[in-house]
């Protein structure tokens, strides 16, 4: 063996590498080592593979080498046992994923899968669902769900009722991000069907999520019900991650209805059961949810001093939504502090780039962030553009009013005839007493604002009593309903009275708000 090394290093094919004490060596080009190989027949070269894979199972700790294990197994061919070659290669793929190398863990899992000697339906379904976790540390949600699903079916023809709660209550939490809101109702009974016990934690965690969806799909009141009762089973069980999860859902149920203070206790309380728990994915979700909630009540000083631990964490775990969220908030941030376009622009020109390219719904914001730029630079045409792109784009659901509401403030604006006639068509201004979402309540305050600009005196007469009760209910950032208030009490006839009452209640709001 020397004798060939020293041949080979005097024909310049090889040359020593330092590496401690130990002798290495590495051909001198890439080249080189293609031709070698290229000189082996396949079926040789497939014997030396797997050689090379039972001496590395030899070593002192070959858990450290299960990537190039699996590697050289399935490079051996048929030369390998098929059925280890697969379990070295979930083994690969489940240890990227806890170095967040989604990427890696992709290839390894679709490997497996692509075995036709897998004749065990329980160890594909596993494969199966190992893949979706892969695809949403890479922010393919889509896939990760229509693996999920796949995963699914399968456990379910098995009677794997745990597998079956478990994967529910995953996907439920994805389909909400993909904006898929009856499928987030669907998908938790589907679930519970599965489930035996009683006190079972992946029970309480579906029970949340059909909560949640039944918010999202416009039934607020029946979401409280199933997340009381969620909260309440939990309780009886000794799990803070179970909580924690729960809580996690109860927080985005409170975002859809506009509660922020309710949702920032709920998500502090999770972030702190799942800290003690080590969860980290789980962790940084409600972290991102916390710095949310204190970003609509206007807590700035609250939001960045949880960037500081949630950035680096969820970029360690691949949290994708942590990550858009903190960069279009963190965007707010910059511009109230600095005032900066230039800046605001960036980041809302890469929000959306990064939406696109990764498949997500949520492009509406982005738009009508990147509209305001325009309109604060005096670029009309580029504005409206933007917002009727955002029109476009919108999901709907409870985020369906803030295109349309941004829309016909920018065409009162500028002057456009048309803009009664649109807000006609296109916004439905809230009733008074009834469940207002997230984006009709950012529309109504873009409608007061536009019905002021055009001099609509008496329709801001009308609308009156329904800003005063938003106050009132403290269901959105008040400060922001500051303007709104101003021009309907001021064009409200015959309302001293209540406009003095209101007065009270806004400043005392306000002092909340800050």
Not at 204 to 228: S, V
Not at 413 to 435: H, N, R, T, W
Not at 455 to 472: N, T, W
Request: aromatic share 8%.
């Amino acid at each position: 063996m020397l004798d060939a090394i020293e041949e080979a290093e005097g024909a310049q094919l090889v040359m020593p590498r330092a590496a401690g004490r130990r002798s290495s060596y590495q051909f001198t080009h890439e080249l080189i080592r293609h031709t070698l190989l290229g000189s082996l027949s396949l079926p040789r070269r497939q014997r030396i593979h797997l050689r090379v894979a039972e001496a590395l199972e030899l070593e002192s700790h070959p858990g450290g080498r299960v990537a190039d294990i699996a590697e050289h197994l399935y490079q051996s061919g048929s030369a390998a046992d098929a059925e280890k070659t697969i379990r070295y290669l979930r083994l690969a793929g489940e240890k990227a994923l806890e170095s967040s190398a989604s990427e890696e863990a992709l290839y390894y899992f679709e490997t497996a899968l692509s075995f036709d000697e897998i004749e065990d339906r329980s160890l594909t379904a596993a494969l199966l669902s190992s893949r979706s976790e892969a695809h949403h540390t890479s922010g393919n949600f889509q896939k990760a769900v229509e693996s999920w699903e796949e995963a699914l079916s399968l456990f379910e023809a098995l009677g794997d009722g745990e597998a079956v709660a478990r994967i529910c209550a995953g996907m439920s939490f994805f389909e909400f991000l993909l904006g898929h809101w009856e499928e987030c109702v669907k998908i938790a009974p589907r679930g519970l069907a599965a489930v035996t016990d009683d006190l079972d934690a992946d029970k309480c965690r579906l029970l949340a999520a059909e909560g949640m969806g039944l918010t999202l799909t416009g039934h607020p009141e029946d979401g409280d019900i199933k997340l009381l009762e969620a909260v309440a089973l939990v309780e009886q069980l000794d799990d803070d991650g179970a909580l924690g999860d729960v809580l996690r859902y109860q927080a985005m149920h409170h975002l859809a209805r506009v509660e922020p203070n309710n949702m920032q206790a709920a998500a502090s309380r999770s972030a702190e059961l799942l800290r003690k728990e080590n969860d980290l994915w789980g962790l940084a979700d409600a972290l991102n949810w916390q710095a949310l909630a204190h970003w609509l009540i206007g807590e700035i000083d609250e939001v960045l001093a949880i960037f500081e631990e949630l950035e680096p964490l969820a970029k360690r775990v691949g949290s994708i939504v942590a990550l858009m969220n903190l960069n279009r908030v963190s965007a707010g941030c910059e511009f109230m502090l600095t005032g900066c376009i230039d800046g605001w622009e960036e980041s809302w020109q890469r929000d959306l780039e990064d939406q696109q390219r990764m498949g997500f719904p949520w492009t509406e914001h982005a738009r009508i962030s990147l509209a305001l730029a325009a309109f604060w630079r005096g670029q009309w045409d580029e504005a409206l553009r933007q917002m009727e792109a955002a029109g476009v784009s919108a999901v709907g659901g409870p985020w369906y009013g803030a295109s349309p509401g941004a829309f016909f403030l920018t065409k009162a604006y500028v002057g456009q005839d048309d803009a009664l006639e649109f807000l006609a068509q296109s916004f439905d201004v809230p009733k008074i007493g009834a469940y207002r979402s997230p984006g009709g309540w950012s529309g109504f305050g873009c409608v007061i604002e536009g019905l002021a600009v055009l001099g609509q005196h008496d329709l801001l007469s009308e609308l009156y009593p329904r800003v005063v009760e938003a106050v009132c209910n403290e269901k959105r950032d008040i400060a922001s309903l500051l303007p709104a208030v101003q021009e309907s009490r001021r064009d409200c006839r015959g309302g001293v009275r209540e406009a003095r009452r209101s007065r009270g209640v806004l400043r005392s709001g306000t002092e909340r708000s800050r």
